[in-house]
């Protein structure tokens, strides 16, 4: 049985090695392809290279004598599918619930030798509402600017933009601990409904389609159920420790 062959060109520099050369590499072994591994050590002789076959990025694969082409275009060459950036995608909201209520029923588990515990509930909530303020607050300028797209009071008071993930984590923070009901309560209360309000305004009323600025704002989710189901959380949860409180 004859032997799979490819060649491939990737840059493997002192201060860099191309991360994609690597993926390239790993993808053609798990194939079973037999490697003829090229590195480009400098940048003269990646330029060098990139004139001589009059291709704009490095890696460069081969197979059988004719360019695949860089790292995607290997996966197509191989039936694999290739992620769009500019796909919409719930994934990241997904993502980060189902991580928060594993988080949630762990604490659970170590605080009362149990997962399924009412605190394990008020716990994913309050460990959801962190993480997504965490998500925004790494970079809170490309938040504002996408939740001045449909916030009803941001709209109004552009320094909102700005405040709503500080509060939001500090209401996430504060339930989590169980401290400060007065305080975390009415902060939830407030930008959980108006976040709600705005959320059925915008997608359900107006059918505006936009993306939604819960996960930061360099996502691709799409404005709708996901966050509008983050408002409601918020809501629930703050009238929950409000009852909580007065019994």
Not at 38 to 46: I, P, Q, S, V
């Amino acid at each position: 049985m004859a032997t799979k062959k490819a060649v491939l060109h990737r840059m493997v520099m002192p201060a860099h090695t191309c991360p994609f050369g690597l993926k390239a590499k790993d993808l053609l072994r798990r194939n079973g392809y037999e490697l003829e591994d090229h590195w480009l050590r400098t940048r003269e002789e990646t330029d060098a290279f990139k004139a001589a076959h009059d291709v704009k990025t490095t890696p460069q694969v081969f197979i059988g004598g004719e360019r695949i082409g860089g790292y995607d275009d290997l996966r197509r060459f191989f039936g694999k599918s290739v992620p769009d950036p500019k796909a919409v995608t719930y994934r990241p909201v997904a993502v980060v619930f189902a991580m928060t209520a594993l988080m949630a029923l762990a604490a659970s588990q170590a605080a009362f030798g149990t997962p399924l515990t009412v605190r394990a509930g008020e716990w994913f909530i309050a460990f959801s509402m962190c993480v997504l303020a965490l998500l925004k607050l790494q970079d809170v300028e490309r938040f504002a600017t996408m939740f001045l797209n449909y916030d009803l009071l941001a709209r109004r008071w552009v320094p909102y933009s700005y405040v709503y993930p500080y509060a939001e984590g500090l209401a996430g923070v504060l339930m989590a601990a169980g401290v400060l009901t007065w305080l975390s309560v009415p902060i939830a209360l407030v930008i959980g409904t108006i976040g709600a309000a705005s959320v059925i305004k915008a997608v359900y009323v107006d059918r505006r389609e936009l993306k939604c600025a819960c996960v930061g704002g360099d996502s691709n989710v799409p404005l709708g159920f996901l966050s509008l189901t983050e408002n409601v959380m918020m809501v629930a949860m703050a009238l929950w420790m409000a009852l909580s409180v007065a019994h």
